[in-house]
């Protein structure tokens, strides 16, 4: 096929988290993979002055003078992504050239796996062009462009997992250092995403009020810089003197770190069974203690918990919708990517999106 001179096309992957949810902006440990469904984008080289953006999914096209990127503010609208990655790239000396991007991504938006990081992250790469920033100030460029811009005070795994994404392993993030390891979970086992296909409006600011309510948490404990170095000890020791709420988010914050790691070494000895029961935990700990599930994602942990040859359940993502992520016994996909979105199917009238997550290699040109 013969490829139109200067064209290029860029791919950045989303992402299912397997366990640390809303630690990421604590400082803590995350376990993502990044998944097959990802973000491409074509990009070309224009005479016209401006930089274009199309989305496929959107069915919108903006375009704006790439001189005056930097003045550009925010439009509550998709193209807040694309606008603020390239703001952020100006702002690191890097000018932003004259081009067409069509964007079409495969990974569904609002649905906590990340649809807006990998959005990000291949509008970054198409228009630095080659201009090489290195992997990690590449991730953090992308959470800038969503904390400064898009107004989502969110921590880096999502643009962390999609630029290190490995196949065929996780990848355990320590949110403090910025660095990672591979994880490869044990033979025998998929990961399935399952999507309730709603989202709850109450999602993006019940997302910043956790972040708020976190930070209030940590007031109680002047020497610490966040929750990642508050023991459980400390903080049942200081529980008295802390509102219900932080303290709720607290606990959900510093025992799912114990739960990252415990998970860590329960996949190193292909502990299922306890790989299972950390899930669940983390699951609960969500919906009861950070309260930021929903009927329709309790519904469906609950329900895979009942299907024969599951390991584990829990939301995925910032929660109020979106997916859960389920860690399923190979011989059992099958069949269980039937019975749940039946069962979801009868409960709610609504046909669940069911992926079966292939760990993928992160961003970059697609040859
Ligand atoms: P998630 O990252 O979990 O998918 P977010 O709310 O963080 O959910 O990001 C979803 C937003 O990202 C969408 O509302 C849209 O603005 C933007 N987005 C995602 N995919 C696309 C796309 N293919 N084209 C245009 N905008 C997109
Ligand atoms: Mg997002």
Avoid at 88 to 116: K, N, Q, W
Avoid at 197 to 211: D, F, I, P, T, W
Wanted: aromatic letters at 6%.
């Amino acid at each position: 096929m013969a490829v139109a001179q200067g064209v290029k096309t860029w791919r950045a992957p989303g992402r299912v988290n397997l366990i640390g949810e809303h630690t990421d902006y604590n400082q803590g440990f995350v376990l993502p993979c990044a998944i097959g469904l990802e973000c491409r984008i074509e990009a070309r080289p224009s005479s016209s002055g401006r930089l274009e953006a199309h989305s496929r999914e959107m069915r919108d096209t903006a375009e704006w003078p790439a001189g005056q990127i930097p003045s550009l503010t925010p439009q509550r609208h998709w193209t807040d992504y694309v606008v603020g990655v390239a703001k952020e790239i100006v702002a690191l000396g890097f000018p932003v050239r004259p081009m067409r991007l069509d964007i079409a991504s495969t990974v569904p938006a609002g649905s906590g796996l990340s649809s807006s990081a990998a959005l990000e992250v291949a509008t970054a790469l198409a228009l630095l062009d080659g201009r090489s920033i290195g992997k990690l100030e590449l991730a953090r460029l992308c959470q800038r462009a969503e904390r400064n811009f898009v107004g989502m005070p969110c921590g880096i795994m999502d643009q962390y997992a999609s630029v290190f994404g490995e196949s065929h392993a996780a990848i355990l993030i320590d949110c403090r250092s910025t660095d990672h390891q591979v994880v490869r979970l044990p033979d025998g086992i998929e990961i399935v995403a399952v999507n309730t296909m709603v989202k709850h409006e109450l999602g993006k600011s019940a997302y910043g009020q956790r972040v708020a309510e976190c930070q209030a948490a940590l007031a109680h404990f002047p020497a610490r810089t966040s929750l990642r170095d508050v023991t459980f000890e400390e903080l049942e020791r200081a529980a008295p003197e802390i509102p219900e709420t932080p303290l709720a988010r607290a606990k959900h914050v510093i025992l799912e770190n114990h739960r990252v790691q415990a998970f860590l070494r329960a996949s190193e000895n292909a502990d299922l069974s306890a790989m299972g029961r950390l899930f669940v935990e983390s699951h609960r700990s969500l919906q009861h203690d950070y309260e930021v599930s929903c009927e329709e994602l309790d519904f469906l942990v609950d329900q895979a918990l009942t299907i024969d040859g599951v390991i584990g359940a829990r939301m995925t993502g910032g929660g109020f919708g979106g997916c859960t992520v389920n860690l399923v016994d190979s011989k059992s996909v099958d069949e269980f990517q039937r019975a749940i979105a039946e069962r979801y199917q009868s409960r709610f009238g609504i046909q669940p999106a069911v992926y079966l997550c292939q760990p993928s290699s992160g961003a970059g040109l697609l040859d």
